[in-house]
C-alpha cells in the first residue's frame, strides 16, 4: 500500500466494515488527524496532515519474524540499561491491537506476566474510556513495562502511563518498533525504540 488513494481505499473499506477510527489509525499505523483526512479529504479539499505510513506486514504476519522483532526490543532496552541483570519487569503491558504478539513474546522470554490494555481511541461509547483487561494480569503495584508497535502522536502512550500510575502500577519503560515523533520519554516513562522515523519536507 504505497499510494495515497491505496490508504484513502483502505480506510474507507475499514469503515464500512464497522472499524472505529481509532481502530482505522491502528491498522494503518497513522494518526487520528490523518485518518480523518482520509475519510473525509473529497469533501474539505485541505492539505493532508504530516505524517508517514508503515507497512511491517511482512513481519507482523510472520510469528518467526515477531519472535525476532521481540527479541531486538529486550536487548534494545537491555544495552541500555546501566545493570542489564536487574530484571525490567514483573508485567507486560501489550497495547490492543498490534502490541499483544509483542507483548505475549516478550513475557514468555522474560517470564513475567501478561496485561493487555484497551486504549479509549478504540471505545465506540460517546465517552471512551481505556481499560485493562480483567482476563489477563493486573497492574497494581507492579512494574510495568508497556509494548507496541508504533508511537504515532504520543497519545495513547501518554492515556497507558496516566492510567498505570493511576492504578498504583509502576511504569518503567516503553518499547515500540517504530517512534514517529523522536519522543525520549513520556511523563517521565524512557521510550526505547527501534526506529525513529522522520519525514523531511
Known amino acids: 500500500m504505497s499510494s495515497?488513494?491505496?490508504?484513502?481505499?483502505?480506510?474507507?473499506?475499514l469503515l464500512s466494515e464497522g472499524h472505529s477510527p481509532g481502530q482505522i489509525a491502528d491498522e494503518l499505523s497513522l494518526s487520528m488527524e490523518t485518518v480523518t483526512w482520509l475519510l473525509t479529504q473529497a469533501k474539505g479539499g485541505t492539505a493532508a496532515p504530516k505524517d508517514v505510513h508503515i507497512d511491517w506486514t511482512a513481519v507482523s504476519s510472520q510469528a518467526p519474524l515477531l519472535d525476532g522483532i521481540a527479541q531486538m526490543l529486550l536487548n534494545r532496552y537491555y544495552t541500555a540499561q546501566k545493570d542489564p541483570a536487574s530484571p525490567a519487569a514483573d508485567v507486560i503491558v501489550g497495547i490492543a491491537l498490534s502490541g499483544i504478539p509483542l507483548a505475549t513474546i516478550i513475557s514468555v522470554q522474560e517470564a513475567t506476566q501478561l496485561a493487555i490494555?484497551?486504549?479509549?481511541?478504540q471505545n465506540a461509547s460517546e465517552h471512551p474510556i481505556g481499560s485493562i483487561s480483567g482476563n489477563f494480569a493486573?497492574?497494581?503495584?507492579?512494574?510495568?513495562?508497556?509494548?507496541?508497535?508504533?508511537?504515532?502522536?504520543g497519545n495513547t502512550m501518554r492515556e497507558v502511563v496516566k492510567y498505570?500510575?493511576?492504578?498504583?502500577?509502576?511504569?518503567?519503560?516503553?518499547w515500540v518498533i517504530f517512534d514517529k515523533r523522536g519522543i525520549k520519554d513520556i511523563d517521565g516513562v524512557p521510550v526505547y525504540s527501534l526506529f525513529k522515523i522522520s519525514r523531511i519536507d
Request: charged share 30%; aromatic share 2%.
Open 4 to 13: 495515497l488513494d491505496d490508504l484513502i481505499a483502505r480506510a474507507k473499506v
Open 117 to 121: 490494555y484497551h486504549p479509549s481511541k
Open 138 to 153: 493486573s497492574v497494581a503495584d507492579e512494574r510495568c513495562i508497556i509494548v507496541d508497535d508504533v508511537i504515532t502522536s
Open 164 to 174: 498505570l500510575k493511576k492504578h498504583g502500577a509502576v511504569p518503567v519503560a516503553i
